[in-house]
Protein backbone atom coordinates (compact mmCIF):
# COMPACT_ATOMS: atom_id res chain seq x y z
CA UNK A 1 0.00 0.00 0.00
CA UNK A 2 1.31 3.42 -1.17
CA UNK A 3 2.13 6.07 1.47
CA UNK A 4 -0.15 9.44 1.74
CA UNK A 5 1.41 12.13 0.09
CA UNK A 6 -0.45 14.83 1.91
CA UNK A 7 0.73 16.65 4.90
CA UNK A 8 -0.31 19.09 7.03
CA UNK A 9 2.84 21.05 6.51
CA UNK A 10 2.66 20.93 2.67
CA UNK A 11 -0.77 22.50 2.78
CA UNK A 12 0.24 25.44 5.09
CA UNK A 13 2.72 26.36 2.61
CA UNK A 14 0.23 25.86 -0.39
CA UNK A 15 -2.32 28.28 1.68
CA UNK A 16 0.49 30.86 2.21
CA UNK A 17 1.88 30.71 -1.28
CA UNK A 18 -1.79 31.21 -2.20
CA UNK A 19 -2.32 34.14 0.18
CA UNK A 20 0.73 35.91 -0.78
CA UNK A 21 0.27 35.63 -4.30
CA UNK A 22 -3.18 37.25 -4.24
CA UNK A 23 -1.57 39.83 -1.48
CA UNK A 24 0.53 40.41 -4.33
CA UNK A 25 -2.12 40.55 -7.13
CA UNK A 26 -4.28 42.49 -5.04
CA UNK A 27 -1.67 45.35 -3.74
CA UNK A 28 -0.39 45.54 -8.14
CA UNK A 29 -3.87 46.16 -9.13
CA UNK A 30 -4.44 48.76 -6.41
CA UNK A 31 -1.05 50.45 -7.37
CA UNK A 32 -2.29 50.27 -11.10
CA UNK A 33 -5.65 51.09 -10.29
CA UNK A 34 -5.39 54.04 -7.76
CA UNK A 35 -1.65 55.27 -7.53
CA UNK A 36 -1.14 55.27 -11.39
CA UNK A 37 -5.05 55.40 -12.19
CA UNK A 38 -4.91 58.70 -13.40
CA UNK A 39 -1.70 58.20 -15.52
CA UNK A 40 -3.01 55.32 -17.39
CA UNK A 41 -6.62 57.10 -17.83
CA UNK A 42 -4.71 60.56 -19.74
CA UNK A 43 -2.87 57.84 -21.36
CA UNK A 44 -6.13 56.16 -22.87
CA UNK A 45 -7.74 59.41 -23.60
CA UNK A 46 -4.54 60.32 -25.52
CA UNK A 47 -4.53 57.61 -27.85
CA UNK A 48 -8.22 58.05 -28.28
CA UNK A 49 -8.80 62.04 -28.01
CA UNK A 50 -7.15 64.87 -29.12
CA UNK A 51 -7.48 67.98 -27.28
CA UNK A 52 -7.38 71.21 -29.64
CA UNK A 53 -6.78 75.09 -28.85
CA UNK A 54 -9.15 77.36 -31.54
CA UNK A 55 -7.59 81.07 -31.40
CA UNK A 56 -10.44 83.44 -30.24
CA UNK A 57 -11.26 86.20 -32.75
CA UNK A 58 -8.73 88.39 -32.60
CA UNK A 59 -9.74 92.15 -31.43
CA UNK A 60 -9.71 94.58 -34.90
CA UNK A 61 -8.19 97.99 -35.12
CA UNK A 62 -9.68 101.18 -36.11
CA UNK A 63 -8.59 104.56 -36.55
CA UNK A 64 -9.86 107.47 -34.36
CA UNK A 65 -13.37 108.02 -36.74
CA UNK A 66 -13.99 104.04 -36.03
CA UNK A 67 -14.46 103.79 -39.40
CA UNK A 68 -11.50 103.18 -41.19
CA UNK A 69 -10.02 99.44 -40.10
CA UNK A 70 -6.59 99.02 -39.96
CA UNK A 71 -6.14 95.63 -38.73
CA UNK A 72 -9.08 92.46 -38.84
CA UNK A 73 -8.48 88.97 -39.14
CA UNK A 74 -10.15 86.87 -41.76
CA UNK A 75 -10.00 82.48 -41.97
CA UNK A 76 -8.00 80.37 -43.32
CA UNK A 77 -6.96 77.04 -42.97
CA UNK A 78 -4.41 75.23 -40.97
CA UNK A 79 -2.80 71.95 -41.91
CA UNK A 80 -2.84 69.50 -38.84
CA UNK A 81 -1.51 65.65 -38.56
CA UNK A 82 -1.33 62.86 -36.01
CA UNK A 83 2.14 61.42 -36.12
CA UNK A 84 1.49 58.92 -33.59
CA UNK A 85 -1.10 56.75 -36.18
CA UNK A 86 1.61 56.73 -38.87
CA UNK A 87 4.00 54.26 -39.48
CA UNK A 88 7.37 55.19 -40.94
CA UNK A 89 6.37 54.45 -44.79
CA UNK A 90 3.27 56.47 -44.52
CA UNK A 91 4.70 59.88 -42.70
CA UNK A 92 7.81 59.73 -45.85
CA UNK A 93 4.77 59.68 -48.29
CA UNK A 94 3.26 62.46 -46.48
CA UNK A 95 6.26 64.20 -46.39
CA UNK A 96 7.21 63.56 -49.75
CA UNK A 97 3.82 64.70 -50.85
CA UNK A 98 3.16 68.19 -48.51
CA UNK A 99 6.72 69.21 -50.13
CA UNK A 100 5.45 69.93 -53.46
CA UNK A 101 2.06 70.99 -52.60
CA UNK A 102 3.20 73.70 -49.99
CA UNK A 103 6.09 74.42 -52.23
CA UNK A 104 8.55 73.94 -49.01
CA UNK A 105 11.75 75.49 -49.27
CA UNK A 106 14.40 73.22 -47.51
CA UNK A 107 14.53 74.50 -44.58
CA UNK A 108 10.74 74.37 -44.31
CA UNK A 109 10.85 70.39 -45.76
CA UNK A 110 12.97 69.55 -42.76
CA UNK A 111 10.29 71.28 -39.99
CA UNK A 112 7.66 69.25 -41.74
CA UNK A 113 9.91 65.91 -41.71
CA UNK A 114 10.60 66.76 -38.10
CA UNK A 115 7.29 67.48 -37.03
CA UNK A 116 5.67 64.48 -39.07
CA UNK A 117 8.28 62.18 -37.21
CA UNK A 118 7.48 62.57 -33.80
CA UNK A 119 4.99 60.33 -31.58
CA UNK A 120 2.52 63.53 -30.88
CA UNK A 121 -0.99 62.86 -31.56
CA UNK A 122 -1.24 66.86 -32.51
CA UNK A 123 1.15 68.96 -35.00
CA UNK A 124 0.41 71.99 -36.54
CA UNK A 125 2.12 71.35 -39.77
CA UNK A 126 1.21 74.76 -41.78
CA UNK A 127 -0.53 78.18 -41.45
CA UNK A 128 -2.22 80.43 -43.35
CA UNK A 129 -3.32 77.66 -46.48
CA UNK A 130 -5.39 79.27 -49.04
CA UNK A 131 -8.60 77.82 -50.62
CA UNK A 132 -6.79 75.89 -54.26
CA UNK A 133 -4.15 74.50 -52.04
CA UNK A 134 -6.53 73.23 -49.33
CA UNK A 135 -8.21 71.89 -52.25
CA UNK A 136 -5.19 70.06 -53.12
CA UNK A 137 -4.31 68.87 -49.96
CA UNK A 138 -7.98 67.18 -49.82
CA UNK A 139 -7.83 65.41 -53.11
CA UNK A 140 -4.30 63.95 -52.30
CA UNK A 141 -5.75 62.75 -48.75
CA UNK A 142 -8.54 61.19 -50.71
CA UNK A 143 -6.41 59.29 -53.11
CA UNK A 144 -4.28 58.13 -50.33
CA UNK A 145 -1.62 59.72 -51.25
CA UNK A 146 -1.14 61.11 -47.78
CA UNK A 147 -2.21 59.40 -44.13
CA UNK A 148 -2.93 61.33 -40.42
CA UNK A 149 -3.49 65.07 -41.59
CA UNK A 150 -6.64 67.39 -41.71
CA UNK A 151 -7.35 70.80 -42.29
CA UNK A 152 -9.13 72.96 -39.78
CA UNK A 153 -10.06 76.84 -39.97
CA UNK A 154 -7.87 79.59 -38.32
CA UNK A 155 -8.28 83.54 -38.16
CA UNK A 156 -5.37 85.25 -40.08
CA UNK A 157 -4.30 88.71 -39.40
CA UNK A 158 -4.42 90.89 -42.19
CA UNK A 159 -4.13 94.77 -42.97
CA UNK A 160 -6.56 96.18 -45.73
CA UNK A 161 -5.27 99.95 -46.14
CA UNK A 162 -2.50 100.46 -48.50
CA UNK A 163 0.21 102.45 -47.01
CA UNK A 164 1.72 105.72 -48.35
CA UNK A 165 4.82 104.28 -50.44
CA UNK A 166 5.28 100.89 -52.13
CA UNK A 167 5.17 97.59 -50.49
CA UNK A 168 3.80 99.17 -47.30
CA UNK A 169 0.55 99.15 -45.37
CA UNK A 170 -0.78 102.26 -43.47
CA UNK A 171 0.99 102.73 -40.01
CA UNK A 172 3.23 99.29 -40.57
CA UNK A 173 5.41 100.44 -37.65
CA UNK A 174 3.00 101.76 -35.60
CA UNK A 175 0.59 98.50 -35.59
CA UNK A 176 3.25 95.88 -36.34
CA UNK A 177 2.16 92.47 -37.07
CA UNK A 178 0.87 89.31 -36.04
CA UNK A 179 2.86 86.02 -36.17
CA UNK A 180 1.51 82.45 -36.91
CA UNK A 181 0.76 81.62 -33.49
CA UNK A 182 -1.74 84.69 -32.79
CA UNK A 183 1.12 86.32 -31.31
CA UNK A 184 1.81 90.41 -31.57
CA UNK A 185 5.00 91.54 -33.07
CA UNK A 186 6.03 94.86 -32.41
CA UNK A 187 3.80 98.21 -32.39
CA UNK A 188 0.20 97.84 -30.76
CA UNK A 189 -0.04 94.38 -32.05
CA UNK A 190 2.27 93.39 -29.55
CA UNK A 191 1.83 95.58 -26.58
CA UNK A 192 -1.70 95.33 -26.20
CA UNK A 193 -1.23 91.26 -27.26
CA UNK A 194 -3.54 90.01 -24.06
CA UNK A 195 -6.48 92.04 -25.20
CA UNK A 196 -6.48 91.83 -28.64
CA UNK A 197 -5.84 87.80 -28.30
CA UNK A 198 -8.23 87.31 -25.56
CA UNK A 199 -7.94 83.37 -24.76
CA UNK A 200 -8.36 80.42 -26.97
CA UNK A 201 -11.51 78.01 -27.17
CA UNK A 202 -10.11 74.74 -25.86
CA UNK A 203 -12.09 71.54 -27.56
CA UNK A 204 -11.62 67.91 -26.83
CA UNK A 205 -12.62 65.20 -30.15
CA UNK A 206 -11.95 61.65 -30.49
CA UNK A 207 -10.07 60.29 -32.64
CA UNK A 208 -10.83 58.33 -35.69
CA UNK A 209 -8.86 55.08 -36.96
CA UNK A 210 -6.45 57.61 -38.68
CA UNK A 211 -5.76 59.72 -35.96
CA UNK A 212 -7.93 62.60 -36.90
CA UNK A 213 -10.27 65.03 -35.07
CA UNK A 214 -14.13 63.78 -35.45
CA UNK A 215 -16.37 67.01 -34.97
CA UNK A 216 -19.85 65.09 -33.73
CA UNK A 217 -17.30 64.15 -30.80
CA UNK A 218 -16.25 67.40 -29.75
CA UNK A 219 -16.65 68.54 -26.61
CA UNK A 220 -15.96 72.50 -25.23
CA UNK A 221 -13.35 71.86 -22.46
CA UNK A 222 -12.91 75.87 -22.01
CA UNK A 223 -14.78 78.43 -23.82
CA UNK A 224 -12.32 81.30 -24.03
CA UNK A 225 -12.75 84.27 -24.35
CA UNK A 226 -12.79 87.04 -27.84
CA UNK A 227 -10.52 89.61 -28.43
CA UNK A 228 -10.79 93.44 -27.23
CA UNK A 229 -11.41 96.03 -30.63
CA UNK A 230 -9.02 99.00 -30.27
CA UNK A 231 -9.43 102.87 -31.70
CA UNK A 232 -6.75 104.33 -32.12
CA UNK A 233 -5.90 108.24 -31.96
CA UNK A 234 -4.56 107.88 -35.46
CA UNK A 235 -6.73 109.52 -38.11
CA UNK A 236 -5.87 107.30 -40.92
CA UNK A 237 -6.53 110.01 -43.99
CA UNK A 238 -3.54 111.85 -42.27
CA UNK A 239 -1.69 108.95 -42.34
CA UNK A 240 -1.58 108.14 -45.49
CA UNK A 241 -1.06 112.10 -46.16
CA UNK A 242 2.21 112.11 -43.72
CA UNK A 243 3.37 108.37 -45.41
CA UNK A 244 3.41 110.27 -49.03
CA UNK A 245 5.02 113.22 -47.50
CA UNK A 246 8.10 111.01 -46.01
CA UNK A 247 8.55 108.73 -49.23
CA UNK A 248 8.96 112.08 -51.46
CA UNK A 249 11.39 113.39 -49.03
CA UNK A 250 13.03 110.04 -48.62
CA UNK A 251 13.35 109.96 -52.48
CA UNK A 252 14.66 113.20 -53.30
CA UNK A 253 17.16 113.68 -50.27
CA UNK A 254 18.52 110.00 -50.47
CA UNK A 255 18.13 109.81 -46.87
CA UNK A 256 18.46 106.35 -45.22
CA UNK A 257 14.94 107.34 -43.66
CA UNK A 258 12.11 110.17 -43.46
CA UNK A 259 10.07 110.23 -40.45
CA UNK A 260 7.77 112.44 -38.62
CA UNK A 261 4.98 112.64 -35.80
CA UNK A 262 1.80 114.74 -34.80
CA UNK A 263 0.64 114.88 -31.94
CA UNK A 264 -2.27 117.22 -29.63
CA UNK A 265 0.34 119.09 -27.39
CA UNK A 266 -2.39 119.18 -24.48
CA UNK A 267 -3.79 115.58 -24.11
CA UNK A 268 -0.76 113.71 -26.10
CA UNK A 269 -2.90 111.90 -28.71
CA UNK A 270 -1.00 111.29 -31.54
CA UNK A 271 -2.89 111.38 -34.87
CA UNK A 272 -0.38 110.32 -37.12
CA UNK A 273 3.43 108.38 -36.89
CA UNK A 274 5.33 106.95 -39.82
CA UNK A 275 8.77 106.35 -41.31
CA UNK A 276 9.86 105.53 -44.51
CA UNK A 277 11.02 103.24 -45.89
CA UNK A 278 8.06 101.05 -44.39
CA UNK A 279 7.03 97.42 -45.64
CA UNK A 280 3.57 95.64 -45.91
CA UNK A 281 2.63 93.65 -42.54
CA UNK A 282 0.60 91.27 -44.75
CA UNK A 283 3.94 89.64 -45.95
CA UNK A 284 6.16 90.03 -42.93
CA UNK A 285 7.60 86.73 -43.32
CA UNK A 286 9.34 88.04 -46.50
CA UNK A 287 10.32 91.14 -44.93
CA UNK A 288 12.08 88.82 -42.28
CA UNK A 289 13.98 87.54 -44.80
CA UNK A 290 15.47 90.11 -46.34
CA UNK A 291 15.22 93.32 -44.37
CA UNK A 292 14.21 92.67 -40.48
CA UNK A 293 15.36 95.98 -39.54
CA UNK A 294 12.40 97.55 -41.30
CA UNK A 295 10.18 96.07 -38.06
CA UNK A 296 11.95 98.29 -35.86
CA UNK A 297 9.70 101.75 -35.57
CA UNK A 298 12.70 104.62 -35.58
CA UNK A 299 10.34 106.89 -33.88
CA UNK A 300 10.09 105.21 -30.45
CA UNK A 301 12.87 102.61 -30.97
CA UNK A 302 16.04 104.79 -32.78
CA UNK A 303 18.04 107.22 -31.25
CA UNK A 304 20.31 109.77 -32.23
CA UNK A 305 22.08 112.81 -31.93
CA UNK A 306 19.51 115.32 -32.76
CA UNK A 307 21.58 118.67 -32.95
CA UNK A 308 20.06 122.26 -32.43
CA UNK A 309 16.62 121.33 -31.99
CA UNK A 310 18.06 120.91 -28.25
CA UNK A 311 19.20 124.71 -27.97
CA UNK A 312 15.40 125.33 -26.74
CA UNK A 313 16.28 122.85 -23.93
CA UNK A 314 18.94 125.36 -22.92
CA UNK A 315 16.82 128.18 -23.45
CA UNK A 316 14.02 126.57 -21.06
CA UNK A 317 17.06 126.35 -18.33
CA UNK A 318 18.62 129.68 -18.91
CA UNK A 319 15.26 131.24 -18.74
CA UNK A 320 13.84 129.41 -15.35
CA UNK A 321 17.65 130.63 -14.07
CA UNK A 322 16.77 134.02 -14.87
CA UNK A 323 20.51 134.21 -16.34
CA UNK A 324 19.16 135.48 -19.71
CA UNK A 325 16.08 137.07 -21.41
CA UNK A 326 15.36 137.00 -25.01
CA UNK A 327 16.91 140.43 -25.83
CA UNK A 328 20.15 139.86 -23.65
CA UNK A 329 22.98 140.68 -25.97
CA UNK A 330 25.24 138.00 -26.31
CA UNK A 331 28.90 137.97 -27.97
CA UNK A 332 29.19 135.63 -30.98
CA UNK A 333 32.54 134.07 -31.90
CA UNK A 334 33.38 131.78 -34.87
CA UNK A 335 34.98 129.84 -32.44
CA UNK A 336 35.31 129.29 -28.63
CA UNK A 337 38.22 127.98 -26.95
CA UNK A 338 37.55 125.49 -24.14
CA UNK A 339 39.50 123.56 -21.10
CA UNK A 340 42.22 126.04 -20.87
CA UNK A 341 42.29 125.80 -24.78
CA UNK A 342 42.79 122.24 -25.56
CA UNK A 343 39.18 121.60 -27.01
CA UNK A 344 36.90 123.99 -28.64
CA UNK A 345 33.50 124.61 -30.48
CA UNK A 346 32.65 126.22 -34.02
CA UNK A 347 29.49 127.85 -35.35
CA UNK A 348 28.32 126.17 -38.25
CA UNK A 349 29.85 128.94 -40.63
CA UNK A 350 32.89 129.28 -38.35
CA UNK A 351 31.80 132.91 -38.18
CA UNK A 352 30.56 135.28 -35.87
CA UNK A 353 27.78 137.92 -35.60
CA UNK A 354 29.25 139.76 -33.03
CA UNK A 355 26.84 141.19 -30.21
CA UNK A 356 23.37 139.51 -30.74
CA UNK A 357 20.27 139.33 -28.80
CA UNK A 358 19.51 135.78 -27.26
CA UNK A 359 16.60 135.50 -29.19
CA UNK A 360 18.78 136.25 -32.23
CA UNK A 361 21.39 133.51 -31.28
CA UNK A 362 18.65 131.22 -31.38
CA UNK A 363 16.99 131.78 -34.77
CA UNK A 364 20.31 131.92 -36.39
CA UNK A 365 21.54 128.71 -34.56
CA UNK A 366 24.88 129.75 -33.11
CA UNK A 367 26.47 127.27 -30.89
CA UNK A 368 29.02 129.89 -29.48
CA UNK A 369 25.77 131.70 -28.10
CA UNK A 370 24.11 128.50 -27.00
CA UNK A 371 27.21 127.10 -25.27
CA UNK A 372 28.18 130.47 -23.23
CA UNK A 373 24.48 130.38 -22.12
CA UNK A 374 25.10 126.83 -20.96
CA UNK A 375 28.43 127.75 -19.38
CA UNK A 376 26.65 130.43 -17.31
CA UNK A 377 23.90 128.84 -15.62
CA UNK A 378 25.34 128.19 -12.53
CA UNK A 379 28.63 129.55 -10.43
CA UNK A 380 30.27 126.15 -11.17
CA UNK A 381 30.86 124.57 -13.93
CA UNK A 382 29.18 121.34 -11.97
CA UNK A 383 26.74 123.83 -10.92
CA UNK A 384 25.70 124.41 -14.82
CA UNK A 385 26.07 121.06 -15.78
CA UNK A 386 23.60 119.94 -12.83
CA UNK A 387 21.03 122.22 -14.10
CA UNK A 388 20.60 122.00 -17.35
CA UNK A 389 20.54 117.83 -17.15
CA UNK A 390 18.11 118.77 -14.39
CA UNK A 391 16.05 120.48 -17.13
CA UNK A 392 16.83 117.02 -19.60
CA UNK A 393 15.43 115.18 -17.14
CA UNK A 394 12.04 116.92 -16.39
CA UNK A 395 11.33 116.89 -20.07
CA UNK A 396 11.44 113.26 -19.88
CA UNK A 397 14.77 112.52 -21.57
CA UNK A 398 16.52 109.63 -20.49
CA UNK A 399 13.54 107.56 -19.98
CA UNK A 400 10.85 106.02 -22.10
CA UNK A 401 7.36 108.32 -22.74
CA UNK A 402 5.28 105.67 -21.94
CA UNK A 403 3.72 105.87 -25.32
CA UNK A 404 1.46 102.25 -25.93
CA UNK A 405 3.63 100.88 -28.61
CA UNK A 406 6.13 98.00 -28.27
CA UNK A 407 9.57 98.81 -28.19
CA UNK A 408 10.31 102.46 -27.02
CA UNK A 409 13.44 102.93 -25.58
CA UNK A 410 14.45 105.96 -23.31
CA UNK A 411 17.55 107.26 -25.50
CA UNK A 412 21.09 107.79 -23.65
CA UNK A 413 21.86 111.09 -21.48
CA UNK A 414 24.77 111.01 -19.30
CA UNK A 415 24.20 111.83 -15.80
CA UNK A 416 27.10 114.56 -14.69
CA UNK A 417 26.97 113.84 -11.40
CA UNK A 418 28.22 110.35 -12.28
CA UNK A 419 30.89 111.49 -14.78
CA UNK A 420 31.37 114.75 -14.10
CA UNK A 421 31.58 116.95 -17.49
CA UNK A 422 34.30 119.16 -18.52
CA UNK A 423 33.88 122.58 -20.46
CA UNK A 424 33.23 120.82 -23.78
CA UNK A 425 30.84 118.35 -22.78
CA UNK A 426 28.60 120.95 -21.83
CA UNK A 427 28.76 123.00 -24.57
CA UNK A 428 27.93 120.39 -26.79
CA UNK A 429 25.02 119.51 -24.95
CA UNK A 430 24.11 123.27 -25.23
CA UNK A 431 23.27 122.58 -29.04
CA UNK A 432 22.13 118.57 -28.71
CA UNK A 433 25.22 116.82 -29.46
CA UNK A 434 26.67 114.02 -26.89
CA UNK A 435 23.09 113.11 -26.20
CA UNK A 436 20.44 111.00 -27.63
CA UNK A 437 17.16 111.02 -27.75
CA UNK A 438 14.09 109.79 -29.91
CA UNK A 439 11.79 111.51 -32.11
CA UNK A 440 8.52 110.81 -29.79
CA UNK A 441 10.50 112.34 -26.89
CA UNK A 442 11.31 115.06 -28.72
CA UNK A 443 7.38 115.76 -29.41
CA UNK A 444 6.79 115.08 -26.34
CA UNK A 445 9.10 117.77 -24.35
CA UNK A 446 8.19 120.39 -26.56
CA UNK A 447 4.62 119.72 -25.66
CA UNK A 448 5.57 120.44 -22.57
CA UNK A 449 6.80 124.16 -24.10
CA UNK A 450 3.55 124.30 -25.43
CA UNK A 451 0.97 123.25 -23.79
CA UNK A 452 1.41 125.22 -20.22
CA UNK A 453 4.04 123.15 -18.73
CA UNK A 454 2.63 119.82 -18.46
CA UNK A 455 4.60 116.69 -19.48
CA UNK A 456 1.72 114.58 -20.95
CA UNK A 457 2.42 110.95 -21.70
CA UNK A 458 1.97 110.25 -25.64
CA UNK A 459 -0.02 107.65 -26.64
CA UNK A 460 -1.82 105.90 -29.62
CA UNK A 461 -4.78 104.46 -28.57
CA UNK A 462 -8.30 105.53 -27.72
CA UNK A 463 -10.75 103.44 -26.49
CA UNK A 464 -10.51 99.88 -25.54
CA UNK A 465 -14.17 98.38 -26.44
CA UNK A 466 -15.97 100.48 -25.74
CA UNK A 467 -14.11 102.36 -22.83
CA UNK A 468 -12.24 105.94 -23.52
CA UNK A 469 -8.20 104.93 -22.06
CA UNK A 470 -7.90 107.62 -19.45
CA UNK A 471 -4.19 108.95 -19.79
CA UNK A 472 -1.99 110.59 -16.62
CA UNK A 473 0.07 113.46 -17.25
CA UNK A 474 3.13 113.94 -15.11
CA UNK A 475 2.52 117.60 -13.62
CA UNK A 476 4.05 121.01 -14.76
CA UNK A 477 7.96 120.42 -15.46
CA UNK A 478 8.57 123.49 -16.36
CA UNK A 479 7.46 127.33 -14.75
CA UNK A 480 4.85 128.40 -16.31
CA UNK A 481 6.24 132.32 -16.52
CA UNK A 482 8.91 131.65 -19.28
CA UNK A 483 6.13 129.43 -21.36
CA UNK A 484 5.51 132.96 -23.67
CA UNK A 485 9.36 133.54 -24.27
CA UNK A 486 9.64 130.08 -25.50
CA UNK A 487 6.88 129.97 -27.75
CA UNK A 488 8.25 133.46 -29.16
CA UNK A 489 11.52 132.02 -29.80
CA UNK A 490 10.07 129.27 -31.72
CA UNK A 491 8.29 132.43 -33.68
CA UNK A 492 11.23 134.42 -34.05
CA UNK A 493 13.27 131.69 -35.72
CA UNK A 494 10.72 131.51 -38.99
CA UNK A 495 9.78 134.79 -38.71
CA UNK A 496 13.79 136.61 -38.43
CA UNK A 497 15.42 134.30 -40.58
CA UNK A 498 14.86 134.81 -44.40
CA UNK A 499 15.54 130.91 -45.43
CA UNK A 500 13.36 129.69 -43.03
CA UNK A 501 10.31 132.00 -43.04
CA UNK A 502 10.13 131.31 -47.07
CA UNK A 503 9.66 127.19 -46.61
CA UNK A 504 8.10 127.21 -43.17
CA UNK A 505 5.21 129.64 -42.53
CA UNK A 506 1.58 128.55 -43.59
CA UNK A 507 -0.42 131.23 -44.90
CA UNK A 508 -3.33 131.91 -42.60
CA UNK A 509 -2.10 130.14 -39.76
CA UNK A 510 0.77 130.64 -37.03
CA UNK A 511 3.95 128.70 -36.81
CA UNK A 512 7.26 128.29 -34.68
CA UNK A 513 9.96 125.61 -34.14
CA UNK A 514 13.42 124.65 -34.40
CA UNK A 515 15.92 123.15 -36.64
CA UNK A 516 18.57 121.38 -36.04
CA UNK A 517 21.40 119.72 -38.04
CA UNK A 518 23.99 117.13 -36.54
CA UNK A 519 26.72 115.03 -37.66
CA UNK A 520 27.09 111.33 -37.76
CA UNK A 521 29.54 109.64 -35.78
CA UNK A 522 30.58 106.32 -37.29
CA UNK A 523 32.26 103.83 -34.73
CA UNK A 524 32.92 101.67 -37.40
CA UNK A 525 35.52 104.40 -39.21
CA UNK A 526 39.06 104.62 -38.80
CA UNK A 527 39.49 100.53 -37.61
CA UNK A 528 37.20 101.01 -34.78
CA UNK A 529 38.39 104.51 -33.78
CA UNK A 530 35.45 106.17 -35.53
CA UNK A 531 35.06 109.44 -37.32
CA UNK A 532 32.33 111.06 -38.57
CA UNK A 533 30.15 110.20 -41.90
CA UNK A 534 31.36 112.42 -44.57
CA UNK A 535 28.45 114.64 -46.32
CA UNK A 536 25.48 112.98 -43.91
CA UNK A 537 23.68 114.52 -41.96
CA UNK A 538 20.79 113.94 -39.39
CA UNK A 539 18.18 116.99 -40.06
CA UNK A 540 15.34 117.72 -37.55
CA UNK A 541 12.03 119.97 -37.08
CA UNK A 542 10.87 120.27 -33.85
CA UNK A 543 7.62 122.92 -34.17
CA UNK A 544 3.57 123.94 -34.00
CA UNK A 545 1.02 125.17 -35.70
CA UNK A 546 -1.73 127.16 -34.30
CA UNK A 547 -4.93 128.74 -35.71
CA UNK A 548 -4.43 131.77 -32.97
CA UNK A 549 -1.40 133.09 -32.19
CA UNK A 550 0.40 131.97 -28.90
CA UNK A 551 -2.44 128.85 -28.80
CA UNK A 552 -0.56 125.86 -30.78
CA UNK A 553 -2.63 123.75 -31.79
CA UNK A 554 -0.45 120.70 -33.02
CA UNK A 555 3.79 120.09 -32.32
CA UNK A 556 5.15 118.35 -35.50
CA UNK A 557 8.83 116.55 -34.88
CA UNK A 558 10.40 115.75 -37.94
CA UNK A 559 13.80 113.58 -38.66
CA UNK A 560 15.23 112.68 -41.89
CA UNK A 561 18.04 110.30 -41.08
CA UNK A 562 21.65 110.77 -43.11
CA UNK A 563 20.12 112.88 -45.31
CA UNK A 564 22.90 113.92 -47.93
CA UNK A 565 23.23 117.55 -49.07
CA UNK A 566 23.12 118.85 -52.51
CA UNK A 567 24.64 122.09 -51.37
CA UNK A 568 27.38 121.71 -48.81
CA UNK A 569 29.56 124.63 -47.80
CA UNK A 570 30.17 125.82 -44.88
CA UNK A 571 27.55 127.03 -42.80
CA UNK A 572 24.79 125.89 -45.92
CA UNK A 573 23.69 121.89 -45.85
CA UNK A 574 21.06 122.35 -48.24
CA UNK A 575 18.59 119.45 -49.46
CA UNK A 576 15.89 119.31 -52.13
CA UNK A 577 13.13 118.77 -48.94
CA UNK A 578 14.37 120.50 -46.05
CA UNK A 579 13.44 119.48 -42.84
CA UNK A 580 11.54 122.27 -41.97
CA UNK A 581 9.52 122.73 -45.78
CA UNK A 582 9.04 118.98 -44.82
CA UNK A 583 6.75 120.45 -41.46
CA UNK A 584 5.18 123.08 -43.30
CA UNK A 585 3.84 120.38 -45.67
CA UNK A 586 2.42 117.80 -43.09
CA UNK A 587 1.59 120.83 -40.41
CA UNK A 588 -0.81 121.98 -43.47
CA UNK A 589 -2.22 118.53 -44.12
CA UNK A 590 -3.32 118.06 -40.39
CA UNK A 591 -4.57 121.27 -40.24
CA UNK A 592 -6.70 120.52 -43.70
CA UNK A 593 -7.79 117.06 -42.20
CA UNK A 594 -11.04 117.45 -41.56
CA UNK A 595 -12.66 117.13 -37.05
CA UNK A 596 -9.33 116.71 -35.83
CA UNK A 597 -9.06 119.79 -34.07
CA UNK A 598 -10.45 120.58 -30.46
CA UNK A 599 -11.38 124.71 -30.52
CA UNK A 600 -9.29 126.02 -27.93
CA UNK A 601 -9.70 130.43 -27.50
CA UNK A 602 -6.98 131.67 -26.30
CA UNK A 603 -8.95 132.20 -23.18
CA UNK A 604 -8.59 128.65 -21.94
CA UNK A 605 -4.94 128.56 -22.81
CA UNK A 606 -3.06 127.73 -19.74
CA UNK A 607 -0.80 130.14 -19.84
CA UNK A 608 -1.38 132.52 -22.79
CA UNK A 609 1.96 134.04 -24.72
CA UNK A 610 1.96 138.07 -23.97
CA UNK A 611 2.28 140.05 -26.86
Known amino acids: MLGRTDSRRRLLALLVLFIVGSAALVT??????????????????????VTIEVPSRRGEIYDRTGTVLLATSVDRDRLVAAPDQLTPDQATQT??????????????????????????????????????VSERIRQASRAERIFGISLESEPERVYPQAGGGPDSSLAAHLLGFVNRENVGQYGVEQYYQDLLAGTPRVVVASRDINGRAMPETAQVKSPGSIGEDLTLTIDASLQLAVEQELLAAWIADKAKSASAVVMDPYTGEVYAEATYPSYDANHYRSVAASAPERFMDPVVANVYEPGSVFKLMTATSALEAGTVT?????????????????????????????????????????????????LS??????????????????LGYGNPTGIDVAGEVGGIVRDPGITPWREIDLANAAFGQGVAVTPIQLATAYSALLNGGTLVEPHVVKTIGVNDVSRATRG????????????????????????????????????????????????????????????????????????????????????????????????????????????????????????????????????????
Open 28 to 49: RTAYWQVVRGAELTEKAEAQTT
Open 95 to 132: ADELEGILALDEAGAATLRERLDSDKAYVVLAHGIEPD
Open 377 to 394: LGDTLAESSAMLYDTWTK
Open 476 to 611: YVVDPAVLPDLIRLMEHVVEEVPFYRERTQVPGYYVGGKTGTAQIWDVTANDGRGAWKHNLFNYSFIGYIAREKGVPDLVVAVRIEEGRPTVARVGQLEMPVMSFELFRRIASDAMATPDLLTYRPASLHPTPADR
Open 326 to 374: RTTKIKDVGTLRLDGGRTKIDNADRKGMGRITFEDGIAYSRNVVAAKVA
